[in-house]
């Protein structure tokens, strides 16, 4: 019998595939299509899109001394986002292989293609690459210690947690000592399925 929670898991997914179906639709609308993960506009579309670039003398143009101030600050980040990324990567391969958990594909998450957008500028361009592999990392990083959790400590918060990973909803509610064992196993299974002791 389907849990409740299960139940809404069943809908969360089937409106993620809607919205992935609408997302599809659009990409048509502005011609482009994925060849073996390759981005293909037709030719009309790249032209329209060149249209539309603001020039990089404009736009540095236009930039408020404060934000060019700050871009340093934003930019340093590349260092601990880069150590995080080397570090959680390694933990994942020494560590997932033991316990049996199911590897992430990092490419799943870090998705660097807007730079293939003719109407962005160079600058436009880096800061996409830039923000694209951050919050690639940041949802690599989310995934893998989602699977850890559900695999080590599969147990709700007593308070609501602000952007749960996507096992949360599945864990064990807070203080149900008694569901405890059996939730820590489906837990296990979910994110280590087949494994041994």
Same mark, same amino acid.
């Given at each position: 019998?389907?849990?409740?929670?299960?139940?809404?898991?069943?809908?969360?997914?089937?409106?993620?595939?809607?919205?992935?179906?609408?997302?599809?639709?659009?990409?048509?609308?502005?011609?482009?299509?994925?060849?073996?993960?390759?981005?293909?506009?037709?030719?009309?579309? &790249?032209?329209?899109?060149?249209?539309?670039?603001?020039?990089?003398?404009?736009?540095?143009?236009?930039?408020?001394?404060?934000?060019?101030? *700050?871009?340093?600050?934003?930019?340093?980040?590349? $260092?601990?986002?880069?150590?995080?990324?080397?570090?959680?990567?390694?933990?994942?391969?020494?560590?997932?292989?033991?316990?049996?958990?199911?590897?992430?594909? &990092? !490419?799943?998450?870090?998705?660097?293609?807007?730079?293939?957008?003719?109407?962005?500028?160079?600058?436009?361009?880096?800061?996409?690459?830039?923000?694209?592999?951050?919050?690639?990392?940041?949802?690599?990083?989310?995934? $893998? !210690?989602? &699977?850890?959790? !559900?695999?080590? *400590?599969?147990?709700?918060? #007593?308070?609501?947690?602000?952007?749960?990973?996507?096992?949360?909803?599945?864990?064990?509610?807070?203080?149900?000592?008694?569901?405890?064992?059996?939730?820590?196993?489906?837990?296990?299974?979910?994110? #280590?399925?087949?494994?041994?002791?």
């Amino acid at each position: 019998m389907t849990s409740p929670v299960d139940a809404l898991l069943d809908r969360i997914r089937d409106l993620q595939d809607q919205l992935e179906a609408e997302f599809e639709r659009r990409s048509e609308d502005f011609r482009y299509r994925l060849e073996n993960g390759r981005i293909i506009f037709d030719e009309e579309a &790249r032209r329209r899109q060149r249209e539309f670039r603001v020039r990089l003398s404009d736009f540095l143009r236009g930039t408020r001394p404060m934000v060019v101030l *700050c871009a340093p600050v934003i930019y340093s980040l590349i $260092i601990p986002f880069a150590l995080l990324d080397l570090m959680v990567t390694i933990y994942q391969r020494v560590c997932f292989p033991i316990y049996r958990i199911q590897p992430v594909r &990092r !490419a799943d998450f870090i998705r660097i293609d807007r730079h293939h957008l003719a109407y962005l500028n160079a600058l436009q361009k880096l800061n996409c690459i830039y923000c694209g592999y951050c919050n690639g990392l940041i949802g690599y990083v989310q995934e $893998i !210690a989602g &699977r850890t959790e !559900a695999y080590w *400590c599969p147990i709700k918060h #007593a308070a609501r947690v602000g952007a749960p990973h996507a096992y949360y909803a599945q864990f064990v509610d807070y203080g149900d000592a008694a569901g405890f064992q059996d939730g820590l196993a489906a837990n296990r299974e979910r994110v #280590a399925p087949g494994r041994m002791g």
